[in-house]
């Protein structure tokens, strides 16, 4: 969801210290949305890393004689249809999911950036290159995109995150260049290139740290467009295959007990959105406090 | 209507052995019958004793008298509860049928998919038929046909019967239709190239077909492969592009109207059907609907009246409700586990046996299937005649698994590991999965690989570019015909395309004992000495265990009250053909 | 100025699409399974495949078949499906008012839902209501847009028998779209308000805007005449934007809902493997999205001047 460089052409820039510093973590967290959203994206991450200890049963463990059983004291989020925990494959599921999420943006974002600074700073034929390709990539709905490459690919979790990092580079790649631009021609980066400063050295000290803030933003983002991605995946029975949970794979298998047992599809659901959530509102809140002029 | 079927005609997801249900009555059969033909084998295949003029239904005494012209609207019966028996049937009406998939192809050059094949049944017509019983029967041939040789078959075909474009139908027809099934660049079904000479036009109602070799199971085939329908002769040429879009032409109970893919695919009665006073809906309307959640819910709304293919889990809940009827009846699809003995761990027989212990089939049926399935007991399921109803469970026995496995040379410091393979279905990644569980008490780590239909097939059937040895085992479903052969054949014979274990063939398991009583039991008519044999070669391969067969699947289907008559799925026969609405 | 920019811009459109449909003919074919197998059933005999791939021309070299469809495309012949030999034209030219039509209406969802709430939000930044408008927004946005159909359906069709569940504009007139329209609009009235918020609080700390206040214009003036216009250039970018994920989120909600729009053409052509089908449609999806972003970028440069567009 790139924007144009839309802010007047200030570089954006991310003071974490000093008097600059201390506005922007009072920025941040004035909105409860935005301290929600990390509470909740907190949460998340200490139940995927910590999953083993904190869920009740394993989450391959079927126990035939309980199967789609309600919510109760024993399966707090109820059964599936073979009698496993859904409370633990949420659990679980959280650290399938968030391995998606992070390793996807860790990709996109990595190749993203790359090429958009290389687009950026070069300009030219390289530029145009580099941005017609990312079109070619934006001029298809994601879904399709995914679909074709899974059908070559296969399913399974690696795929899965090499599709949907894919999928997310034009994106990094759009902004990054954007802010590169605005940022080439500012006097202390010229200032640097013409007492000869060699183009790589100019672009790790000077552009890209000025860059930082949307590229953060962006990132923040895309783990939840990530997280709905593969959810879509699994729905179409490209994703994570079973009985390795995700949510997306809980999700789309409580698709056909949706009648009679809800709760599948519910709770698995509710993790998606939850997160999906948390971040959005993790990456606004970025936004806000970064860009000072939301100041009023 | 959404079980592969491992037959290489791809159709008729639900073969089921059905008898009309007690609340809908005893349909009308048009002329006074017989008892129905018991299924033959066609390699020796003799006139039945009784020529059926038409498909017939349950042999008690028909209810209405043989002259059915059905009074253009007689007076509705006063609110005929859903439960009573049988009203008067009411010509006219329309429902509309839920189905998964849109028909992939109505043209004759390609292969219908499951659900273009079920449509297209009420449309085409071959010489034979499948009736409600599961039973082949003769339907534009007047009766089976004669073998003066066994690689002869000859046709007496149905005089006065027309196309739905008028013309009449003669042997003429059949030829043009049966040298599209076999021209190299026309036809969509290996075997009739295969095993299909020529055939020839003896006169206008007699239709010779010369075989290269014999093909045992070529009147079952014919009977059960709606994509072999007869069309008039010239109708591709003549309706071009057309056909099979805008046009598709048989002499069947419905007719074409049209097809708006992933809409709808409307058939209107053919008002000509040579079964007079049948069909009586006017109209049956197609539409597939993806989501399987949504199709009972388009039921339970009235926007649909029947559902082709209710999942387990829906049929209990769809029981309890009002103005819902739920059908169900043992269906033919055998749900199993493959073993390849071409490869380890799988070509050691205590393995393959001590797996086969070690699986609780019961809990497979009563978890996946929700009860809607029976272990099997025998070679044939409970419905067939040849069953014995004195065989026993098959046995589970986890601790004499373990001792087969020690012997094998399998122990805790050296688990059974392997691979269950399967396609993308829920149905099959869950039995899969629970047996990965059964076995994971005995300390066997199984691994599950759902995959892609197309690579999930090509080792097993042996595909050119494929690698025979490239898996373990693999969990499947086989739709077979009622025909016995199919039964006692199609998966053990060295022969058979579909011998997936590899079940003596070259490098697989041998037993050569076995290998001739399989041939045999395929072609004995004889129904005392069949048993026998069926007897001794379910012994021979529940000791050999190439496959472990896990439940013989019952097919559900559900239809709203107003929807009379409705024959469960046999192979592709006409479940429409004797259906009607009540008015109210 | 703009004219040179337009007309850069339209010469760039050109090897955009190109790319996009090599890319979809590179992946299809790649793909394991081809149409001739399925035409075939399970059993085929090799000869009747050898022919029928000759027939349909796939046993040539790749490069050569994508050089023939590509010179028949630019001809206006998109082929034939290769299951039912329907035009492709006429396939997509019959599916796409479905989709237009849904794509339009949840359009119009999200905006009914989108501005509003933008416009609350920054008018009240912080407060309560900003905070509440934001999470039902975005509520949208997160909840996976097949489950929210689902649910959709489950109370208004099944429970209340409001609307049909699914089912095809012929059938069921205008009210088949409704529970599509807003499972996929508010997957998007999220962003809009997104942007709305945004823009309203970036145009309100104006000096236009504190001018006029000065004068003393009403407030109510204020926010809505001056601001709203400006706020809605990045509705106008979204639209844009987004058009790929809208057409995207059709594929699944005409899965789930049984509408026989593009978005499930797409679906079962690739299933099938009809490739003729396929490649037609990407294109015609890869052409609407690369037209409207052209016109919503045009639109942009216009309408601001301070924007400096590369």
């Known amino acids: 969801m790139a924007q144009p460089v839309v802010h007047g052409g200030r570089p954006w820039s991310v003071r974490l210290t000093g008097r600059r510093g201390s506005a922007f973590w009072r920025r941040l967290t004035r909105s409860p949305l935005t301290v929600a959203g990390v509470i909740g994206a907190l949460l998340v991450i200490a139940l995927g890393v910590f999953a083993d200890r904190v869920a009740p049963f394993p989450f391959a463990e079927v126990h035939l004689t309980d199967r789609t059983r309600t919510p109760n004291l024993v399966y707090l989020l109820g059964t599936d249809q073979f009698g496993r925990d859904i409370l633990s494959r949420v659990i679980f599921g959280a650290r399938i999911s968030l391995i998606v999420g992070v390793a996807s943006t860790t990709i996109g974002s990595s190749l993203g950036v790359s090429l958009g600074t290389l687009a950026g700073y070069c300009g030219g034929w390289v530029d145009e290159g580099i941005m017609r390709s990312m079109d070619v990539i934006m001029a298809f709905p994601s879904i399709v995109l995914g679909i074709a490459l899974a059908a070559v690919l296969g399913p399974g979790l690696g795929n899965v995150i090499l599709i949907i990092g894919l999928l997310q580079i034009p994106q990094f790649a759009r902004i990054t260049r954007g802010s590169v631009l605005t940022v080439k021609e500012l006097d202390y980066v010229l200032a640097a290139r013409a007492l000869g400063q060699g183009s790589a050295i100019t672009v790790v000290r000077h552009v890209l740290p000025n860059c930082v803030g949307p590229i953060v933003v962006l990132a923040s983002l895309t783990v939840s467009t990530a997280i709905g991605a593969e959810a879509a995946l699994s729905f179409l029975g490209l994703g994570i295959q079973p009985p390795t949970p995700s949510w997306g794979n809980i999700l789309s298998d409580g698709r056909q007990y949706i009648l009679q047992a809800p709760w599948i599809s519910t709770f698995s659901g509710l993790a998606i959105t939850i997160t999906i959530l948390a971040f959005n509102f993790i990456g606004d809140g970025l936004r806000d406090a970064i860009d000072p002029r939301m100041r009023t | 209507m959404n079980r592969p079927r491992r037959v290489p005609w791809l159709h008729g997801g639900a073969v089921a052995l059905v008898c009309l249900l007690v609340a809908c009555g005893p349909a009308a059969p048009p002329a006074p019958?017989?008892?129905?033909?018991?299924?033959?084998?066609?390699?020796?295949?003799?006139?039945?004793?009784?020529?059926?003029?038409?498909?017939?239904?349950?042999?008690?005494?028909?209810?209405?008298?043989?002259?059915?012209?059905?009074?253009?609207?007689?007076?509705?019966?006063?609110?005929?509860?859903?439960?009573?028996?049988?009203?008067?049937?009411?010509?006219?009406?329309?429902?509309?049928?839920?189905?998964?998939?849109?028909?992939?192809?109505?043209?004759?050059?390609m292969d219908g998919g499951i659900d273009g094949n079920f449509i297209m049944t009420h449309v085409r017509e071959r010489f034979l038929g499948i009736n409600e019983k599961g039973d082949i029967v003769p339907v534009l041939a007047t009766e089976m046909p004669q073998r003066p040789d066994p690689l002869t078959y000859i046709f007496k075909l149905r005089q006065g019967v027309q196309f739905h474009d008028g013309s009449p139908f003669t042997a003429e027809d059949a030829q043009y239709s049966f040298n599209i099934f076999l021209d190299e660049k026309t036809?969509?079904?290996?075997?009739?190239?295969?095993?299909?000479?020529?055939?020839?036009?003896?006169?206008?109602?007699?239709?010779?077909?010369?075989?290269?070799?014999?093909?045992p199971d070529f009147?079952?085939?014919?009977?059960?492969?709606?994509?072999?329908?007869?069309?008039?002769?010239?109708?591709?040429?003549?309706?071009?592009?057309?056909?099979?879009?805008?046009?598709?032409?048989?002499?069947?109970?419905?007719?074409?109207?049209?097809?708006?893919?992933?809409?709808?695919?409307?058939?209107?009665?053919?008002?000509?059907?040579?079964?007079?006073?049948?069909?009586?809906?006017?109209?049956?309307?197609?539409?597939?609907?993806?989501?399987?959640?949504?199709?009972?819910?388009?039921?339970?709304?009235?926007?649909?009246?029947?559902?082709?293919?209710?999942?387990?889990?829906?049929?209990?809940?769809?029981?309890?409700?009002?103005?819902?009827?739920?059908?169900?009846?043992?269906?033919?699809?055998?749900?199993?586990?493959?073993?390849?003995?071409?490869?380890?761990?799988?070509?050691?027989?205590?393995?393959?046996?001590?797996?086969?212990?070690?699986?609780?089939?019961?809990?497979?049926?009563?978890?996946?299937?929700?009860?809607?399935?029976?272990?099997?007991?025998?070679?044939?399921?409970?419905?067939?005649?040849?069953?014995?109803?004195?065989?026993?469970?098959?046995?589970?026995?986890?601790?004499?698994?373990?001792?087969?496995?020690?012997?094998?040379?399998?122990?805790?410091?050296?688990?059974?590991?392997?691979?269950?393979?399967?396609?993308?279905?829920?149905?099959?990644?869950?039995?899969?999965?629970?047996?990965?569980?059964?076995?994971?008490?005995?300390?066997?780590?199984?691994?599950?690989?759902?995959?892609?239909?197309?690579?999930?097939?090509?080792?097993?059937?042996?595909?050119?570019?494929?690698?025979?040895?490239?898996?373990?085992?693999?969990?499947?479903?086989?739709?077979?015909?009622?025909?016995?052969?199919?039964?006692?054949?199609?998966?053990?014979?060295?022969?058979?395309?579909?011998?997936?274990?590899?079940?003596?063939?070259?490098?697989?398991?041998?037993?050569?004992?076995?290998?001739?009583?399989?041939?045999?039991?395929?072609?004995?008519?004889?129904?005392?000495?069949?048993?026998?044999?069926?007897?001794?070669?379910?012994?021979?391969?529940?000791?050999?265990?190439?496959?472990?067969?896990?439940?013989?699947?019952?097919?559900?289907?559900?239809?709203?009250?107003?929807v009379k008559n409705i024959s469960a799925l046999v192979g592709d026969n006409y479940p429409f053909m004797y259906a009607w609405v009540d008015k109210n | 100025m703009v004219l040179r920019y337009i007309a850069r811009r339209l010469v760039m459109v050109v090897p955009v699409v190109i790319g996009v449909t090599v890319?979809?003919?590179?992946?299809?074919?790649?793909?394991?399974?081809?149409?001739?197998?399925?035409?075939?059933?399970?059993?085929?005999?090799?000869?009747?495949?050898?022919?029928?791939?000759?027939?349909?021309?796939?046993?040539?070299?790749?490069?050569?078949?994508?050089?023939?469809?590509?010179?028949?495309?630019?001809?206006?012949?998109?082929?034939?499906?290769?299951?039912?030999?329907?035009y492709v034209t006429t396939l997509i030219f019959d599916r796409a008012p479905t989709t237009i039509s849904l794509a339009g209406l949840s359009m119009l969802v999200a905006i009914g839902i989108g501005v509003p709430a933008g416009v609350l939000a920054a008018t009240r930044k912080d407060s309560w209501s900003d905070n509440l408008?934001?999470?039902?927004?975005?509520?949208?946005?997160?909840?996976?847009?097949?489950?929210?159909?689902?649910?959709?359906?489950?109370?208004?069709?099944?429970?209340?028998?409001?609307?049909?569940?699914?089912?095809?504009?012929?059938?069921?007139?205008?009210?088949?779209?409704?529970?599509?329209?807003?499972?996929?609009?508010?997957?998007?009235?999220?962003?809009?308000?997104?942007?709305?918020?945004?823009?309203?609080?970036?145009?309100?700390?104006?000096?236009?805007?504190?001018?006029?206040?000065?004068?003393?214009?009403?407030?109510?003036?204020?926010?809505?005449?001056?601001?709203?216009?400006?706020?809605?250039?990045?509705?106008?970018?979204?639209?844009?934007?987004?058009?790929?994920?809208?057409?995207?989120?059709?594929?699944?909600?005409?899965?789930?809902?049984?509408?026989?729009?593009?978005?499930?053409l797409l679906t079962s052509s690739i299933n099938a493997r009809d490739y003729p089908v396929i490649l037609g449609s990407v294109l015609a999806v890869a052409l609407v999205f690369v037209f409207v972003n052209l016109v919503v970028d045009v639109l942009y440069a216009l309408l601001d001047p301070r924007i400096k567009y590369q």
């Not at chain 3, 007139?173 to 942007?195: D, E, K, N, Q, T």
Request: net charge neutral; hydrophobic share 45%.
């Open chain 2, 33 to 109: 019958t017989a008892a129905p033909p018991k299924p033959t084998t066609a390699a020796a295949a003799a006139p039945t004793s009784a020529p059926a003029a038409a498909p017939t239904s349950a042999p008690a005494a028909a209810a209405k008298p043989a002259a059915t012209v059905a009074p253009a609207k007689p007076p509705a019966p006063t609110a005929a509860p859903a439960a009573a028996a049988a009203g008067e049937p009411i010509r006219g009406g329309s429902i509309t049928v839920v189905h998964s998939n849109n028909p992939r192809s109505l043209n004759p050059r």
């Open chain 2, 187 to 215: 036809a969509f079904s290996g075997n009739y190239r295969k095993f299909i000479r020529n055939t020839e036009v003896v006169d206008p109602f007699t239709f010779r077909i010369n075989m290269k070799s014999p093909w």
């Open chain 2, 219 to 562: 009147l079952s085939d014919m009977a059960n492969n709606s994509g072999l329908g007869i069309l008039p002769k010239g109708a591709l040429e003549k309706y071009g592009d057309d056909y099979g879009v805008k046009v598709v032409q048989g002499t069947g109970p419905f007719m074409f109207r049209e097809w708006i893919k992933d809409d709808r695919l409307v058939l209107v009665r053919n008002p000509n059907y040579w079964q007079t006073g049948l069909p009586y809906l006017d109209q049956i309307i197609f539409k597939p609907i993806p989501e399987e959640s949504v199709q009972v819910i388009n039921l339970r709304t009235g926007a649909a009246d029947v559902l082709l293919d209710v999942p387990f889990k829906e049929a209990k809940a769809l029981e309890s409700e009002p103005g819902i009827r739920v059908l169900t009846h043992g269906a033919g699809v055998l749900e199993e586990l493959m073993y390849n003995t071409l490869v380890p761990p799988f070509n050691d027989t205590k393995v393959r046996q001590a797996v086969a212990l070690a699986i609780n089939r019961q809990e497979i049926a009563d978890t996946v299937f929700l009860g809607y399935a029976e272990v099997p007991t025998d070679l044939l399921p409970s419905w067939h005649w040849g069953h014995d109803p004195s065989s026993k469970a098959p046995e589970y026995n986890p601790e004499k698994a373990r001792q087969l496995l020690t012997e094998a040379g399998y122990g805790p410091s050296k688990p059974l590991k392997f691979e269950i393979r399967c396609t993308n279905q829920p149905m099959f990644v869950d039995q899969a999965i629970l047996i990965q569980a059964q076995l994971a008490k005995l300390g066997i780590e199984v691994t599950v690989t759902p995959m892609d239909k197309t690579l999930f097939f090509a080792p097993m059937f042996r595909e050119a570019g494929s690698d025979p040895k490239s898996w373990q085992a693999g969990l499947e479903d086989y739709g077979f015909t009622t025909a016995t052969f199919s039964f006692v054949w199609e998966q053990y014979s060295a022969d058979s395309t579909i011998n997936t274990a590899n079940y003596n063939m070259p490098g697989g398991f041998q037993n050569p004992e076995a290998a001739k009583v399989i041939e045999q039991a395929a072609i004995e008519t004889d129904e005392t000495k069949a048993k026998a044999i069926f007897k001794q070669e379910y012994a021979m391969l529940e000791a050999d265990m190439p496959l472990t067969r896990l439940s013989f699947l019952q097919n559900v289907q559900a239809v709203r009250s107003r």
């Open chain 3, 23 to 86: 890319v979809v003919f590179t992946l299809i074919r790649l793909a394991p399974g081809d149409p001739v197998q399925a035409m075939l059933g399970e059993n085929p005999d090799p000869q009747v495949a050898v022919l029928r791939r000759r027939a349909l021309g796939l046993d040539q070299p790749l490069p050569v078949q994508y050089g023939i469809w590509l010179a028949r495309t630019l001809r206006g012949d998109l082929g034939r499906s290769l299951f039912t030999r329907e």
């Open chain 3, 133 to 264: 408008s934001r999470l039902l927004a975005m509520l949208g946005v997160s909840m996976p847009v097949f489950w929210l159909g689902l649910i959709l359906i489950i109370v208004f069709a099944l429970n209340l028998r409001l609307l049909p569940a699914g089912g095809s504009l012929d059938q069921n007139g205008p009210s088949a779209l409704v529970l599509p329209a807003i499972a996929l609009g508010a997957s998007f009235a999220a962003l809009i308000m997104r942007l709305t918020r945004s823009a309203m609080l970036e145009v309100l700390v104006q000096d236009y805007v504190r001018t006029a206040r000065a004068k003393g214009l009403h407030e109510y003036t204020v926010n809505y005449r001056h601001a709203l216009k400006a706020a809605l250039i990045p509705v106008i970018t979204v639209i844009g934007f987004q058009t790929g994920t809208l057409l995207g989120g059709a594929v699944l909600t005409e899965t789930i809902f049984a509408l026989p729009g593009l978005g499930r």
